[in-house]
């Protein structure tokens, strides 16, 4: 089992513009092979004028090796709007192929976000690339 936190600081030497806010984050995460589950905060100091926090939840099971099943929670005081989210991915050594949806349940603009996502995984070693000379 792993235990992971973080906290992270940007524009912290408050540049005053709306697209670079000064914004701190924490979060802590659990990691159990099979499951894992995550809680993040996000304190905006200036977008909406006031401190405005973002609460995120989520969590991930991983089963038959290869398949994750995702689902979260947000909640966003600066927009008020309350979030709900599921995913479905497929992982495999060489390849990832990803979908998920992200739907506004309490907001006075509702929205839906919907992602896919395919990743190739490229293996030096296995092509007979030495590691020592390729570049990081």
Do not use: C
Not at 25 to 37: E, M, P, Q
């Amino acid at each position: 089992p792993a235990l992971s936190l973080g906290v992270v600081g940007q524009n912290l030497t408050y540049p005053n513009h709306p697209l670079a806010p000064t914004t701190v984050v924490g979060g802590i995460g659990l990691d159990l092979h099979v499951f894992s589950a995550e809680v993040d905060a996000l304190t905006d100091f200036t977008t909406y004028g006031r401190p405005t926090e973002r609460l995120m939840v989520g969590a991930e099971a991983f089963i038959f090796d290869r398949l994750a099943i995702r689902l979260g929670y947000r909640f966003d005081a600066g927009d008020r709007v309350h979030s709900v989210s599921g995913g479905l991915g497929w992982i495999d050594k060489h390849f990832s192929a990803e979908a998920s949806v992200r739907q506004d349940v309490v907001a006075d603009h509702p929205n839906t976000f919907v992602v896919f996502g395919f990743r190739y995984f490229y293996d030096y070693n296995a092509a007979g690339q030495d590691p020592a000379m390729t570049a990081d």
